[in-house]
């Protein structure tokens, strides 16, 4: 079997990219190792994630976003940033950059299944799953890949299989990786007040805890901790965890309960050194991982995707070899760099709040205060959390697809 473009990984990274190719008349495999997720309950789902504006348009250019249920994700128009050493505090609200909100809060199920809807309807994306990735063959003008029983040959791989890339280790693509020293602990809780549509965020010392606003008085919540106190939180009772959640938040919304599950994720930081090779391309986690302080993976993730799929339809336009590195390197520098930026920036802010020197502990404190009281600096940082900074990829701009 010939396609175009193999994506390995029907992630929400991958799935983007190949209902976008595929909707432009490409090709496409998709190889994913999971089993099809079970069909929607009632119940709400633990792990969400806050979707920029820009991303929003990319979802909608596939034809998923209008699509989602949207009555289960919420919406956040101002954003409200804290230190817990100290008096310094942020404000953000989307009005200042004349915009309705600067996101939405959604299930990773939810997003997931919208996708995997929009993937069994293009009749040029043909998907493999349960199939895992066993080996690959780069040869001169294709790439072969080998899954259970299996051959495909595709002019590019993209390796949006996640951290821990199988593709990016076939292709010999080394990568800086560290440990953040934390885990994150998400749970969904009831607040007593209303969140008023804000995603809040207290800098305590070990680590950041946020609350992401849902429907009615429900918020999910991403503590980020010194791996100890995590398993701890993890096991607690229900009425001790909603209490320490409480105290660590200042009884902002005032009482909590806490009413679903609980997970924790250990928390590192990984950059491949370059995101294309002979007839590869890496994209979403597989290139990248952050810090969810600023709740940016995914959405760096569907960037990437819109970036490298202009790009290859560019190239099938014009009957280019798609899989040339020369023909790819276009993609790399458009989003390396960026993502690069990003990644330090995170790292940076986790640095910066998690010291317990005087002098940072000051000088963060009035950087809060400085941020707060100029509104330009402001419009830069929401423009930022929005998706809207740099050259962004034509479905990011609510422009339609394919032009
Ligand atoms: C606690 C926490 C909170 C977060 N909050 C946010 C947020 O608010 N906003 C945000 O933007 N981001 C957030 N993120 C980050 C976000 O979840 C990830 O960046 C994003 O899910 C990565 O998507 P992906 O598709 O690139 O990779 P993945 O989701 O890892 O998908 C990879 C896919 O590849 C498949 N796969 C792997 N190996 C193979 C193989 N060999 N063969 C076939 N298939 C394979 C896997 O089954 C999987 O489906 C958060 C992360 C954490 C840990």
Redesign the pocket.
């Known amino acids: 079997m010939n396609y175009d473009v193999a994506v390995?990984?029907?992630?929400?990274?991958?799935a983007t990219l190949a209902c976008a190719l595929a909707k432009a008349g490409l090709r496409v495999a998709v190889?994913?190792?999971?089993d099809p997720p079970p069909p929607p309950g009632d119940e709400r789902q633990l792990?969400?994630?806050?979707?920029s504006r820009a991303s929003e348009c990319v979802l909608r250019a596939i034809d998923v976003w209008d699509a989602l249920p949207l009555e289960r994700a919420g919406v956040f128009r101002e954003m409200c940033v804290w230190d817990a050493t100290g008096s310094g505090s942020v404000h953000f609200d989307s009005a200042d950059i004349g915009s309705d909100a600067l996101g939405h809060v959604v299930e990773?199920d939810v997003i997931q299944r919208g996708l995997n809807t929009r993937m069994a309807s293009l009749d040029t994306l043909k998907l493999y799953r349960p199939?895992?990735?066993q080996d690959m063959q780069v040869e001169k003008s294709r790439v072969t890949l080998r899954l259970g029983g299996t051959r495909l040959h595709a002019r590019l791989v993209v390796a949006?299989?996640?951290?821990?890339?199988?593709v990016r280790e076939l292709a010999g693509i080394q990568c800086d990786v560290g440990d953040y020293g934390q885990q994150?602990v998400?749970a969904t809780v009831r607040t007593e007040l209303w969140h008023r549509e804000t995603a809040w965020q207290r800098f305590l010392p070990d680590g950041p805890l946020a609350f992401?606003p849902l429907p009615g008085n429900l918020c999910s919540i991403?503590w980020s901790t010194l791996p100890e106190h995590a398993q701890a939180l993890l096991t607690a009772t229900d009425e001790s965890f909603a209490a320490a959640v409480e105290e660590a938040f200042e009884s902002r919304l005032g009482g909590l309960e806490a009413v679903a599950g609980r997970g924790v994720?250990p928390?590192r930081h990984l950059h491949a050194r370059a995101y294309i090779a002979d007839r590869v391309a890496l994209?979403?986690?597989?290139a990248h991982?952050v810090h969810?302080l600023a709740?940016?993976?995914?959405?760096?993730?569907l960037q990437d995707a819109a970036a490298l799929a202009e790009i290859l339809y560019a190239n099938w336009s014009r009957d280019r070899d798609l899989g040339r590195r020369m023909n790819l390197r276009p993609y790399e520098r458009w989003r390396k760099g960026r993502n690069l930026l990003m990644q330090r920036g995170m790292s940076g802010f986790q640095w910066l709040f998690g010291s317990r020197l005087e002098p940072v502990r000051v000088a963060r404190n009035l950087g809060l205060s400085m941020v707060d009281g100029s509104p330009p600096l402001k419009r830069m940082f929401m423009r930022y959390a929005s998706g809207y900074g740099g050259e962004r990829p034509r479905m990011a701009q609510a422009r339609p697809w394919p032009e």
């Open positions: 390995v990984g029907a992630g929400m990274t991958g190889i994913e190792a999971s792990r969400v994630s806050a979707i990773n199939e895992e990735l949006a299989d996640g951290s821990r890339s199988r994150a998400v992401l991403v994720f928390l994209v979403g986690d597989a991982t969810p709740g940016q993976g995914a959405n760096l993730g």
